[in-house]
């Protein structure tokens, strides 16, 4: 079985640092160290940390004096990641610990982002459709339920607008919420379950049909088969359209 390392890097405008990282390998005993046997929270705890660290010393931000709040902005993104790093107890809590602190930064340019290998990454769950952030609305892009339809608007899920959705759980840990870029970006994580400890999936949602007919829909969350992937290679650039020069 192949070593494992995790590692945090941390990539600044015009600067590039090394990934630090924690082995995950028993040399002595010739063994790869198990899951549970990593302790997630004092590993998120040393990582944010040490990106609050790296931070103070390298980015620019600290020294511009046209940007007076990012010290106070920093140390709020330290304490928002330390918030879930103390209660991290799986590879998906500190990844969210991780993200959490990145997301509070705000900054396009900076900030933290794990790279956990596949194997203590859990399985990606769905409910039978995959979404995408079109225009002003949450729309369906692909489907393997008869219920449900390319092109059909999430209005609310579980009693709550989409957009307030879309606010609280996934611009939490993802993107800008103030870049239209990110909505397109990042839109489609709102129906998919990467295992986030802090998150509860979605029970139910309601949507509305090109006609404007409504219809309501109890979520069945189940592993995304592998092959679903393929299927959405256009999702982030859009669907492949005629050429339409003569």
């Not at 590993?43 to 944010?48: G, S």
């Not at 959490?100 to 956990?116: K, S």
Request: with cysteine; charged share 25%; net charge neutral.
């Amino acid at each position: 079985m192949k070593r494992l390392t995790l590692y945090l890097s941390l990539i600044f405008t015009a600067l590039n640092f090394g990934p630090f990282g924690v082995n995950l390998c028993r040399a002595d005993e010739g063994r790869t160290v198990t899951h549970s046997e990593i302790n997630w929270s004092e590993l998120a705890i040393k990582d944010v940390e040490a990106a609050y660290q790296l931070s103070v010393i390298n980015h620019p931000g600290m020294h511009d004096v046209r940007n007076p709040g990012f010290a106070k902005q920093l140390e709020k993104a330290k304490q928002e990641g330390l918030k879930l790093a103390v209660k991290a107890h799986s590879s998906q809590g500190f990844a969210a610990a991780i993200a959490r602190f990145r997301t509070v930064l705000q900054d396009g340019h900076a900030g933290a982002i794990d790279t956990l290998p596949s194997e203590l990454k859990p399985q990606r769950s769905w409910p039978g459709f995959s979404t995408v952030w079109r225009g002003d609305a949450l729309k369906v892009y692909y489907s393997e339920l008869d219920t449900v339809a390319k092109g059909d608007k999430l209005v609310s899920c579980d009693n709550t607008a989409i957009n307030t959705l879309l606010v609280e759980r996934v611009f939490r840990y993802y993107g800008e919420v103030e870049q239209p870029g990110s909505w397109w970006n990042h839109g489609w994580r709102l129906t998919i379950d990467d295992g986030n400890p802090f998150l509860s999936p979605l029970e139910s949602c309601t949507f509305e049909k090109a006609d404007g007919s409504v219809y309501s829909l109890k979520l069945n969350w189940r592993i995304r088969p592998d092959d679903v992937s393929g299927k959405l290679k256009h999702a982030y650039n859009g669907d492949k359209l005629p050429i339409e020069l003569n």
